[in-house]
């Protein structure tokens, strides 16, 4: 085990306290292996299951292992007119089991997201019966100001590159406070706490993952 990697798997067993003591449940896995056979074994067959745009989620090989699975998938980029996505969000919000990952994650267990149409942070705060989040210990932050400029700096821009939207941070590389009307800044989420003790599960991989 690498250094780096004895380090992660520290900060996790503090982190995984952190967690419980806000409603949430976590674990740490220390490769994306490890990782998907977890998020495997937290979903019974036969379950529907959703997920929220993540680059985490692909490179860690769960949406892969999902496809290969016994279970509803319930995918939105399956729908081929605006009708059809808005009933298939009907489905996704009343889904047994919502895959995501975080922008960050502060030490002291807090989860921030940064959201543009803020379908996926929806889903974290209420609808599906269980979330769980599967994040990269590269997401780690100390504080909720930390995280929020982490993802200004590190996520955003990537990720409108990525989608080809018209973002002064797709241009420069840095954030601009934009009021761009293709902004995925648009909903900042603290989830500091669940009410539903357990219906949160927290999946940590001791490798850099997403953006």
Known sequence: MSFKKESYAL????????????????????????????VLSLIPDGSSVTWGGSATLSEAGILEALQNGSYELIDRASAKSPEEARSLYGKI??????????????????LVNI??????????????????????????????????DRVQTCATPPNCLRLNLNTPCASTGFCADCQSPDSICCQIVVTRRSRQP???TVVMVGEELGF
């Open 11 to 38: 900060q996790a067993e503090s982190l995984i306290r952190r967690f419980n003591r806000r409603g949430m449940e976590a674990c740490y896995c220390e490769d994306s292996k490890a990782a998907v056979e977890k």
């Open 93 to 110: 919000v009343c889904a047994d089991y919502f895959l995501m990952s975080t922008n960050a994650f502060t030490s002291d267990g807090e």
């Open 198 to 200: 357990g219906r949160i």
């Open 115 to 148: 959201d543009g149409n803020g379908n996926r942070v929806a889903c974290l705060i209420s609808g599906p019966a269980h979330v769980i989040v599967v994040t990269g210990m590269n997401k780690l932050t100390k504080t909720v100001q930390e995280a929020v």
